[in-house]
């Protein structure tokens, strides 16, 4: 009898019952279509053993003058710059006392140092550097006083409290796993001095969230959030989700806190500088002092701040304003008839939620429409039209650019943007917005992928607090699948020579190298699997008889000795009934490892109607893509 070949459509389908799937994937985890076939998806592993603080939402790469490769690292707690895998701290500060402003007070006994200073501005979690500090008397030398700290806790407005730690010890050198691990001091009865009167502070930005807290009233914030007395250009919102948006300008860099001041770090300062408040530099003049994103017109060299202050009313933010500095200026913003420095406001939506620029345009989203804001020349320099009403984008980081495509995840459905704004068909949108937490959308973030020609969505789901799921977009095959692992942040190759993802726990991973996890020491095999819908055997109500397989399986590039997979057939009665395997019900585990590149054809014993594939591994070093099995089945003579 001749062999029927097991051809399965592409894509993963959950927009119907499993049985009226028949002919397809039903079913997946860290597995991609290519050329219609399934494969197991590349592996990751970590681009250094130095972590940085905090959790990354944000990453941006360029290259200086020099050819020097820069990563721009945004997290909630820093700002860094990762040259080669060490994380160089440039994090503004927001404000420098004075000599004498601050004191220190020691309890015999404890560690814990209480920090006096009026109006100091601090939240839990903000991070401080001490000079001029004297001895305590004891243990807590002057040393141990001047070195950066972070707030522990925030007593009231005038004092905070930190805990004492060796001496000569850099932040850096105590981050691990995205957290701090310092080694204290403990202060003795001798420690009675106050540090004298000649401490200064340099206080950095506010720290921000990782956990997005939503609504906006009373109780919605997190306690001693607030910030007190910061200037107004560096006062941030600090009981919100951090976010920070960049570009670069030339080899520097401009970065932005979402909803807060807008930074400059100047390449030419060295890695050892920290960003300044553009309101701050030499010919500042009406500069923005707030915006909720910043980004570089590559076309045409304006800095465009969105959701900003206006020129006519500094300080209070218009969450629907859009200004644009004179061309190829950093500091001019004052509106001229000699600059291109300008002022918009968008008309639809109550904020505008992200921006980002394709080759011929800028697309601007609110929370209701999409714009697209495109380069007319003097005088007007930019203009406005409206694209699409009544729609929705789920966060600041959903939507990315392809080319002039641009595909984001809305509120209830997936869209691209390729001259007319379209829901994208998804057979897998039902799967994917029933179990998402929508208190964290903010944290979805879009990830391009070009090598495999997909985007990528990372999302928390319902039950989780931070990213842990996603779901792609093949957008040459045009088909879904999805899968259990989570990233914050996503940078394509280019620059470098694999995809960047900043994980949770504090690293950066390349993407697509090598076949394991390298989030675990040793590393640790990706378990990944696709699962067919049930499909007929054989035609009307006759059972059928499955006798032998010839596996289609390639393990090319695999670095395991021998390379194999677990194959599982099941069947079942009626589409109702229960799966069965073979006698012993053991088929999966004794002929699994037979199922490597030197089989050649397996044979076992099944009667059923309907039948099941399964194609798993979990094995060091293996990677695999299925073709198109051949089944020997005959009939079995009973109903």
């Known amino acids: 009898m001749p062999l029927s070949k097991l051809q399965f459509r592409p894509g993963v389908n959950r927009e119907i019952t499993a049985y009226s799937n028949e002919g397809g994937w039903f079913d997946i985890d860290n597995v991609r279509f290519q050329k219609g076939y399934p494969e197991k998806i590349g592996g990751w592993q970590k681009r250094s053993t130095n972590s940085f603080l905090g959790t990354c939402r944000a990453l941006h790469p360029w290259v200086s003058l020099n050819r020097d490769q820069y990563v721009g690292v945004g997290t909630n707690l820093k700002y860094y710059i ?17 000599a004498g402003a601050i004191t220190f007070a020691a309890t015999n006994g404890s560690s814990e140092l209480t920090v006096s200073h009026t109006n100091h501005g601090a939240v839990v979690n903000d991070f401080v550097t001490y000079s001029g500090a004297a001895s305590l008397g004891g243990l807590i030398t002057a040393d141990v006083l001047n070195q950066e700290y972070y707030v522990t806790e925030v007593v009231n407005t005038n004092s905070y409290k930190i805990k004492a730690r060796t001496a000569n010890t850099s932040i850096y050198e105590i981050t691990y796993n995205g957290g701090l691990n310092p080694s204290l001091v403990t202060a003795n009865g001798s420690d009675t001095g106050n540090g004298g009167g000649s401490v200064v502070g ?18 919605a914030g997190t306690w001693s959030r607030g910030a007190w007395g910061s200037a107004s250009s560096d006062a941030i919102v600090t009981n919100t989700l951090r976010l920070w ?10 970065m932005n806190v979402r909803d807060g001041g807008i930074y400059y770090w100047d390449e030419t300062n060295t890695l050892s500088s920290r960003g300044v408040n553009i309101t701050s530099l030499v010919g500042a003049n009406s500069a923005p002092t707030v915006a909720k994103q910043i980004l570089v017109s590559d076309r045409d060299r ?28 950093l500091t001019d913003w004052e509106t001229r008839s000699d600059n291109t420095a300008g002022e918009l406001r968008l008309g639809s939506g109550s904020e505008i939620v992200t921006a980002l620029e394709t080759r011929q345009q800028i697309l601007v989203f609110t929370d209701t429409t999409l714009y697209s804001m495109q380069f007319l020349g003097p005088p007007f320099t930019f203009g406005v039209n409206s694209l699409s009403e009544n729609i929705t984008v789920a966060g600041p980081n959903a939507a990315i650019a392809v080319d002039d495509n641009v595909f984001w995840m809305g509120r209830a459905e997936f869209y ?19 179990d998402i937490n929508e208190e964290q959308l903010e944290k979805i973030n879009a990830a391009l992928n070009t090598e495999h020609s997909e985007v990528w969505w990372y999302y928390p789901s319902k039950d989780s607090q931070e990213v842990n799921r996603y779901v792609v977009y093949n957008y040459l095959e045009k088909v879904w699948y999805y ?9 394509d190759r280019g620059i470098f020579d694999f995809p960047f993802a900043a994980n949770a726990d504090g690293y950066i991973y390349e993407h697509e190298i090598g076949f394991d996890d390298g989030t675990t020491n040793p590393i640790t095999p990706i378990n990944a699997f696709i699962q067919s819908s049930p499909m007929d055997i054989g ?35 009626v589409p109702d009934g229960t799966y069965s395997k073979t006698e012993t019900d053991s088929f999966v585990k004794t002929q699994a490892a037979a199922v490597s590149a030197r089989t050649e054809q397996l044979y ?11 194609i798993e591994s979990e094995d060091l070093g293996v990677t695999w893509r299925l073709g198109s099995p051949r089944l020997d089945i005959r009939p079995d003579g009973r109903r």
Not at 86 to 97: E, H, I, S
Not at 305 to 312: S, V
């Open 245 to 254: 948006s960049h570009d670069n300008f030339g080899e520097d860099l401009l």
């Open 416 to 434: 691209v943007y390729s001259g007319s704004v379209q829901k994208l068909p998804c057979m897998v949108r039902d799967f994917v917005f029933s």
């Open 539 to 573: 035609d009307g109500e006759q059972f059928m008889l499955l006798r032998k397989m010839i596996p289609d399986v390639d393990f090319r590039d695999s670095t395991a000795t021998l390379p194999d997979v677990n194959i599982t057939l099941d069947v079942k009665n």
């Open 82 to 98: 990762d040259e080669g895998g060490f994380y160089n701290d440039v994090t503004p500060l927001r404000l420098t006392t004075s």
């Open 302 to 329: 304006h800095v465009i701040a969105f959701g900003c202050d206006t020129e006519a009313n500094p300080g209070v933010q218009d969450p629907l304003a859009i200004r644009f500095s004179n061309q190829e200026s």
């Open 202 to 219: 340099a206080y950095q930005i506010n720290t921000g969230l990782d956990i997005g807290v939503s609504g906006a009233g009373w109780g």
């Open 483 to 491: 899968g259990s692992f989570g990233r914050t942040a996503w940078i």
């Open 604 to 614: 076992f014993r099944l009667r059923g109607r309907q039948m099941r594939l399964k």
